[in-house]
């Protein structure tokens, strides 16, 4: 295969992260070099690693290759850096799962996460506790059908009382006005919103709230809030998408999204230092 050069880690990183666009519109050379492939201290051995991942993802390979590479070099994959390990142990996973292969490739949780979930709600609920009344006055009206003063004394409870996480007994009050905010990137608790929806689905361990989707229809709204509202979202959202393997944000419901869905950041912010988890 033939196409332009490629030497950014990043978007060699981009194409990792299951972005089907990415994927389909790339034009870079995939010819992986196989010296560097089974070589953890060629400095081509990423690059070669990720070539090798975006073929099976476009392409398809047999399941004994990719097995063969995870098993002799699972260990230098885990003493990568952060962001690289948890793209690559993605993308194993998912080529695993299109091959649908059960045995093939085990990937633990660890190995596919970049950040710290403890980390990532600190810097969600100190943002939440930072939100003035405006904002919070926002989230309440967005359910004009409900009680205002329950909406708000419920938010103020989330907020202020349980570090942002909502339980089944707010499953309406605030929950329906959380989410109704949190389509509405025009709010000025459009953040919040977001905030609180995250802090709970990840304390939960669920896949709560369709954030899935939320990504692909706010994602760009969420990208141009300032960065100290963005950046705490942005790793919520890199959190679970890198804990969800079933994550497939170019789907909703059964129609193709029309416009582009905007890639979640590489990048940690960096108050958000890598947790090591999964490393050797």
């Known amino acids: 295969m033939t196409g332009g050069q490629c030497s950014s880690d990043d978007e060699l990183l981009t194409l990792l992260l299951r972005d089907p666009q990415a994927l389909r519109q790339s034009s870079i050379a995939r010819i992986v070099d196989e010296a560097a492939l089974y070589d ?15 073929n099976a993802l476009l392409e ?6 990719l097995q063969l590479l995870l098993d002799s070099s699972r260990r230098a994959f885990r003493k990568m850096p952060a962001e690289h390990r948890a793209a690559v142990f993605g993308g194993f ?31 969600l609920v100190a943002m939440a506790k930072s939100a003035d009344r405006e904002a919070r006055e926002s989230v309440v009206q967005t359910d004009g059908h409900s009680n ?19 339980t089944q ?8 006005a959380v989410e109704l905010a949190a389509y509405c990137h025009g709010l000025p608790g459009f953040g919040l919103a977001h905030a609180i929806l995250l ?25 141009a809030l300032p960065p100290d509202w ?10 679970l998408y890198e804990s969800d393997p079933d994550w497939e944000p170019e789907i909703v419901g059964r129609k193709r999204q029309a416009a582009p869905i905007p890639v979640l950041p590489l990048s940690a912010p960096r108050f958000l230092v890598e947790s090591g988890v999964g490393q050797a």
Request: hydrophobic content about 35%; glycine content about 6%; proline content about 6%.
């Open 40 to 54: 953890p201290e060629s400095p081509g051995f990423f690059t070669a690693t990720a070539f090798f991942l975006i």
């Open 230 to 239: 963005h950046q705490p979202i942005c790793a919520a959202y890199r959190y």
């Open 60 to 65: 398809g390979l047999d399941q004994h290759d």
């Open 93 to 123: 996973r998912q080529a695993r799962a299109r091959m649908r292969e059960p045995n093939c490739a085990q990937i633990s949780h660890q190995d596919c996460v970049s950040l710290d979930p403890e980390k990532v709600i600190a810097a």
């Open 169 to 176: 007994e707010q499953s309406w009050y605030p929950s329906e």
């Open 199 to 223: 802090t709970s689905a990840i304390s939960a361990g669920s896949g709560e709230y369709s954030l899935h989707w939320r990504w692909a229809g706010e994602g760009l709204h969420i990208l």
């Open 148 to 166: 205002p003063e329950k909406h708000r004394a419920a938010l103020d409870e989330v907020t202020d009382s349980q570090d942002c996480v909502m």
